[in-house]
């Protein structure tokens, strides 16, 4: 199977500190664009970050400055280090790979991104 495996995720009060992992199973991640994602009951999944093959990144608004994407390709896994934490960071968190493109176009749609595992889940407790 192809897939990506989420952990890291848990119960933190606000300010505090989680470093997610993504690691792919079964495809190299050198290849594509990888983005993570969250998502709340109700609403869509939202890329939040994304690391281009070239190194580059991007980050949406609300996560600039307090979250850290990185990737390693030989341990074939993507990190997001997440600093000062927000109850509303609170959600599901899914990493994708973008089949379709090697650098990151902030805010893609997350039907751009395949091999989604099953999520781990971050609350941020006020």
């Known amino acids: 199977q192809v897939h990506f495996v989420e952990s890291g995720g848990g119960l933190v009060q606000s300010g505090g500190s989680l470093r997610l992992s993504c690691a792919a199973s079964?495809?190299?991640?050198?290849?594509?664009?990888v983005g993570w994602f969250r998502q709340v009951p109700g609403k869509e999944r939202v890329e939040i970050s994304c690391?281009?093959?070239?190194?580059?990144?991007t980050y949406t608004d609300s996560v600039k400055g307090r979250f850290t994407i990185a990737r390693d390709n030989a341990q074939h896994t993507v990190y997001l280090q997440m600093n000062s934490l927000k109850p509303e960071d609170t959600a599901v968190y899914y990493c994708?790979?973008?089949?379709?493109?090697?650098?990151?176009?902030?805010?893609?749609?997350?039907?751009?991104?395949?091999?989604w595992g099953q999520g781990t889940q971050v609350t941020v407790s006020s």
């Open positions: 690391s281009s093959t070239d190194g580059t990144t």
């Open positions: 994708g790979a973008n089949l379709m493109r090697t650098r990151c176009s902030a805010g893609a749609p997350a039907h751009e991104y395949s091999y």
């Open positions: 079964g495809f190299f991640l050198d290849y594509y664009a």
